[in-house]
Structure formats: structure tokens, C-alpha cells
């Protein structure tokens, strides 16, 4: 069992930062890609980046690629999202995911075995 937790959400302004921490507990997650994903209303859970178990591996959602960056720490079982030039449209409650079942970097929510509870971004324009 891994439990997940995200912090780091909160409001910024349009072309602003933030930066997303996810903790997990519970079991080693070092031989586990870790990935991020974000929901809103309108959109079921999108895919946002994906890091592989030893971080020499990324991939990147068009929407965001070049604007955020995903990294991990093995020895503090944690990963992060940085988020840079944010945009309105980036508002959404982001998730962070573990997957033990898959090898590589996946990317569909159904590959994913722990979730988190999800931390609030909002854009403001």
C-alpha cells in the first residue's frame, strides 16, 4: 500500500509559479514511475507529466511541455511539479499518482495504482 499526498496548490496570477510536492509513504516508491495529472469540470483526468522510476525518463503533455517540469527524489520518496508562465486555462485540481504495474512512463489514468487527494491550482487573469 503507498499512500500519496500533494501540497503546494494555491492561487497565482497569470504568467506566475508554483511549485507541487507529492509525498509518498507507506512503501518504497523508487522503482515506480510517478505521474501527474489535473482535473476540472469540463475536462475528465488529464495527463499533465510523467516521470519514470530512475528520473532519466519524462514526457510532457503538449499543453504544458516546456512550461512545467517533473523531477523526483528517491531518497525522500517524493516528486514535484514545477510550474512556470501559468495560464488561466492551467486551473484545475492536480493529482499525483503512483503506478507499480507498469514499466516505463505511463500516461492513462488507468495505469495507475495510488492516488492522491488532490491539490487546488487556480490561475487568476
Known amino acids: 500500500q503507498v499512500h500519496v499526498t500533494e501540497s503546494g496548490g494555491g492561487l497565482v496570477q497569470a504568467g506566475g509559479s508554483l511549485r507541487l510536492s507529492c509525498a509518498a509513504s507507506g512503501r518504497d516508491f523508487s522503482p515506480y514511475a510517478v505521474g501527474w495529472f489535473r482535473h476540472t469540470p469540463e475536462k475528465d483526468r488529464e495527463f499533465v507529466a510523467v516521470?519514470?522510476?530512475?528520473?532519466?525518463?519524462?514526457i510532457y503533455a503538449d499543453s504544458v511541455k516546456g512550461r512545467f517540469t517533473i523531477s523526483r527524489d528517491n531518497a525522500k520518496n517524493r516528486s514535484y511539479l514545477q510550474m512556470n508562465s501559468l495560464k488561466v486555462e492551467d486551473t484545475a485540481v492536480y493529482y499525483c499518482?503512483?503506478?507499480?504495474?507498469?514499466?516505463?512512463?505511463?500516461?492513462?489514468?488507468?495505469?495507475?495504482?495510488?492516488w492522491g487527494q488532490g491539490t487546488q491550482v487556480t490561475v487568476s487573469s
Open positions: 499518482a503512483v503506478s507499480i504495474g507498469i514499466i516505463g512512463s505511463p500516461q492513462y489514468p488507468g495505469e495507475y495504482n495510488y
Open positions: 516521470i519514470n522510476w530512475s528520473g532519466d525518463n519524462t
